[in-house]
């Protein structure tokens, strides 16, 4: 019986992670979105491109991680140990300037107050389906490996959080 008790409260303290993680996940899209107005700003002192950019790139991000997470085949997620996830994970935090994305996350072309407020509705509706997706739901990330739905929920926020 200690063991299904067990089994419980890893379940449920899972479940509690996830949500905490998708209600992140969805307040930093409401950030992102009143930025929107500001988008031809940019500081230079953090950064090089514009609000604009910062804003595409962070819904590029996240609606190319969703996509992969739904496409993923959750039979095939294996849980390896990478230290580097393990420590900018557990600090909930990237250091700034060192990371490279891939272009595909790159914003294209002209970035319109309209294309943002179409992107913002895109990603909330994606993040919303999660909440249905296997917890073994996983997207592969060059840097950290194989990541589990929890850990992209996780990586997610601390990105966004980043470009905010």
Same mark, same amino acid.
């Given at each position: =019986?200690?063991? $299904?008790?067990?089994?419980?409260?890893?379940?449920? /303290?899972? $479940?509690?992670?996830?949500?905490?993680?998708?209600?992140?996940?969805?307040?930093?899209?409401?950030?992102?979105?009143?930025?929107? #107005?500001?988008?031809?700003?940019?500081?230079?002192?953090?950064?090089? &491109?514009?609000?604009?950019?910062?804003?595409?790139?962070?819904?590029?991000?996240?609606?190319? *991680? /969703?996509?992969?997470?739904?496409?993923?085949? !959750? %039979?095939?997620?294996?849980?390896?140990?990478?230290?580097?996830?393990?420590?900018?994970?557990?600090?909930?935090?990237? #250091?700034?300037?060192?990371?490279?994305?891939?272009?595909?996350?790159? !914003?294209?072309?002209? *970035? /319109?107050?309209?294309?943002?407020?179409?992107? &913002?509705?895109?990603?909330?509706?994606?993040?919303?389906? $999660?909440? %249905?997706?296997?917890?073994?739901?996983?997207? #592969?990330? !060059? $840097?950290?490996? %194989?990541?589990?739905?929890?850990?992209?929920?996780?990586? =997610?926020?601390?990105?966004?959080?980043?470009?905010?």
């Amino acid at each position: =019986m200690p063991e $299904l008790r067990i089994l419980f409260l890893n379940y449920f /303290t899972y $479940l509690y992670s996830v949500n905490k993680n998708l209600a992140r996940l969805l307040v930093s899209i409401d950030k992102l979105e009143s930025y929107i #107005p500001h988008a031809a700003l940019r500081n230079e002192s953090i950064s090089k &491109v514009n609000i604009a950019w910062q804003i595409d790139h962070s819904l590029n991000v996240l609606l190319s *991680i /969703t996509q992969a997470l739904k496409q993923s085949d !959750p %039979d095939q997620y294996r849980k390896r140990l990478n230290f580097r996830w393990l420590l900018l994970g557990s600090l909930s935090w990237f #250091p700034r300037g060192k990371g490279k994305a891939p272009k595909v996350v790159f !914003p294209e072309g002209e *970035i /319109t107050e309209s294309s943002l407020k179409k992107k &913002v509705l895109e990603a909330r509706k994606a993040i919303a389906e $999660l909440a %249905d997706f296997s917890k073994s739901s996983y997207f #592969p990330h !060059p $840097l950290f490996g %194989d990541l589990n739905l929890n850990q992209a929920l996780k990586f =997610m926020c601390i990105h966004t959080q980043h470009h905010l």
